[in-house]
């Protein structure tokens, strides 16, 4: 999974929690598939509507805080979302997405998010931490590289994968 190519959903605030990216009332939902019709409604109730699979969220600053439920990133991903796009991730959100192996969070400048267009077709390169903007001529920008723990976790496709033996030599 080193290259992904899609469309950006852009919501470009700060703070977006997790109550609003899954609403509380949808918890007892067991359905992936059912969950991830309300994922973010708190700000947009045509969001699943608008999200085709293997797009990208772009958002603000401290993306995901609030509550550690898991809901969150397992309504995105099902929602068609690959990767999340944001200056910084909630640490608990973070670790939900990459621990699942439900989303990629990749950390970019926040003169990178402001650039970038809701609806843009970008590729994002994690092998070469790079995000190219199609629509935008292929403007490249920089994203923050994954530790390598982390970037293991994701290779195996969530914790659960991880052969322990992986985690030696990081």
């Known amino acids: 999974m080193n290259q992904l190519e899609g469309v950006v959903h852009k919501y470009y605030r700060d703070n977006i929690d997790t109550d609003v990216i899954i609403p509380g009332q949808y918890l007892k939902i067991h359905d992936h598939k059912e969950l991830a019709k ?8 045509e969001f699943s509507k608008k999200v085709s699979e293997g ?7 401290n993306f995901g805080c609030g509550s550690s439920r898991e809901h969150a990133p397992i309504a995105l991903a099902n929602s ?7 200056p910084s991730f909630a640490r608990i959100f973070y670790r939900n997405a990459v621990d ?9 400048g926040e003169e990178t998010c402001r650039q970038i267009e809701n609806g843009d077709r970008i590729i994002v390169d ?11 001529g292929r403007k490249s920008y920089d994203t923050k590289p994954f530790p390598a723990l982390i970037a293991r976790i ?5 914790l ?11």
């Open 100 to 108: 699942g192996g439900y989303l990629l969070p990749i950390e970019v």
């Open 55 to 61: 797009d990208f969220l772009l958002c603000g600053r």
């Open 38 to 45: 309300h994922a973010m409604e708190g700000i947009d109730v």
């Open 154 to 158: 994701i290779e195996a496709g969530g």
């Open 80 to 86: 068609g979302i690959k990767a999340i796009i944001a």
């Open 126 to 136: 994690t092998l070469n931490s790079k995000l190219v903007n199609v629509t935008q």
């Open 160 to 170: 659960i994968n991880l052969d322990p033996h992986q985690l030696i030599d990081v």
